[in-house]
């Protein structure tokens, strides 16, 4: 393993273990949806990264509007209700202004109700083995967020 490698290794588990800090903590919902959005566009060197709340009434809204997509476009609400219909990850290949991107969305789900969302837009990755890689990884990190989700759901 190079060294890069490694250090990419320890900054995700450390972002790993003070995201379930933060989660299992009574902390600031704002402070920690915050961490969770940069840390995972860091991560995963992401174009972008948004955390949508699905409301009880069945609505969304996106709890951190300002972390979107570096290229000026927003986070989008229709893939976002996509993933909460389709009641499953999405991963899709988008283009924007002839640039192509991976567009994943990762449900937020305790039980059967689905919480919330997380919307990332990557680098076009055409391996599938990556593809799966990024999926896996956030679809962890969803489950950490699960207790976020509720407490943000819940006001």
């Not at 190079?2 to 900054?11: C, D, G, L, N, R």
């Amino acid at each position: 393993m190079t060294p890069k490698e490694t250090s990419t290794k320890t900054a995700i588990r450390s972002f790993v273990r003070e995201l379930q800090a933060l989660v299992s903590a009574d902390d600031s919902t704002t402070y920690t949806s915050g961490f969770l959005v940069a840390g995972l566009r860091r991560c995963l060197a992401a174009h972008g990264a948004s955390l949508w709340i699905a409301t009880k009434q069945g609505f969304l809204r996106r709890q951190q509007p300002r972390l979107v997509r570096n290229d000026g476009h927003p986070a989008s609400y229709g893939f976002a209700r996509d993933v909460i219909a389709a009641s499953e990850s999405i991963v899709r290949r988008e283009f924007s202004d002839n640039d192509a991107y991976l567009h994943l969305g990762v449900p937020i789900s305790r039980k059967t109700d689905i919480l919330g969302v997380i919307e990332i837009a990557q680098r076009d990755v055409r391996d599938e083995h990556i593809q799966c890689g990024y999926l896996r990884f956030v679809t962890q990190m969803a489950e950490v967020a699960i207790p976020l989700a509720a407490k943000l759901r819940n006001g």
